[in-house]
């Protein structure tokens, strides 16, 4: 994969044209808590939109840990020269566990990032609310830093408050998810549906988190991270791109 800086800081996006045709392209936001970028959520993942003819990037957004909004405006710079790469028919964000935070708020706050929205969005078991009940309090330490005690800026990270006009959407997580509550991927969905958007959701009844694709390949030795029920995820995600993308034609 090529590999570029961001705004000249030690954040960087890698990424891989498929051919020169005009396809689209998956951009993803690995997880990490907003604290690093998770290798398993990376490479792997972007090698199997690859093998079926997507063009793809992955953004380390996290390798400098400036607070709120600095991963975002490094993500939107990324969407923005895709966008208008002429080799990119659709940009579809694919946002895991806080990079699925990070990616939505970008997403609803796109006027704010000077961005424009992603065509499609895909979503596992991501951060989503900083309702005290079901939040994933760690991440929002590590975004807002000193600001974490800022109430107005914790209610404007509490992203399924935020939804309005959004993208279509796929979303997957696990109901036993020990780390990020399931209700994180609720509240989005019922955002959802409340503003009569679209989404396709698949909530797998056993697994924690970060499973990625839930396979040897993504479980650095750890047998808690192969799940083979729940890896059928990236199947079902490639029916619903066929589905949307024909759709869009």
């Excluded at 993803?28 to 792997?44: D, M």
């Excluded at 953004?59 to 710079?77: D, H, S, T, W």
């Excluded at 609310?129 to 929002?140: A, E, I, L, R």
Aim: aromatic content about 14%; some cysteine.
């Amino acid at each position: 994969m090529e590999k570029a800086y961001i705004l000249n800081t030690k954040n960087y996006y890698r990424y891989e044209f498929y051919d020169d045709k005009l396809r689209p392209m998956v951009i993803i936001t690995p997880g990490g808590g907003y604290k690093y970028t998770s290798e398993r959520e990376s490479e792997p993942v972007a090698n199997k939109f690859l093998e079926k003819g997507y063009h793809v990037c992955i953004i380390n957004y996290r390798e400098e840990l400036n607070k709120y909004p600095y991963p975002g405006y490094a993500i939107a710079y990324v969407l923005n020269k895709f966008k208008q790469d002429k080799r990119v028919s659709k940009i579809i964000g694919f946002g895991f566990s806080a990079g699925g935070h990070a990616i939505l708020d970008v997403t609803v706050h796109n006027e704010m990032y000077n961005v424009l929205k992603p065509d499609l969005l895909i979503l596992g078991y991501p951060v989503i609310t900083t309702n005290n009940d079901y939040w994933h309090q760690g991440s929002f330490e590590n975004l807002l830093l000193d600001d974490f005690n800022n109430q107005e800026l914790l209610n404007k990270l509490s992203l399924e408050k935020e939804i309005k006009n959004e993208p279509d959407l796929f979303l997957f997580s696990t109901f036993t998810d020990e780390s990020v509550n399931v209700y994180n991927s609720l509240l989005l969905l019922e955002a959802y549906k409340n503003n009569n958007l679209n989404a396709e959701y698949h909530m797998y009844p056993v697994g924690g988190h970060g499973l990625s694709l839930g396979t040897y390949e993504t479980s650095n030795g750890d047998a808690k991270k192969i799940n083979l029920y729940y890896s059928r995820w990236i199947d079902e995600v490639f029916k619903w791109l066929d589905l949307k993308l024909k759709m869009e034609k």
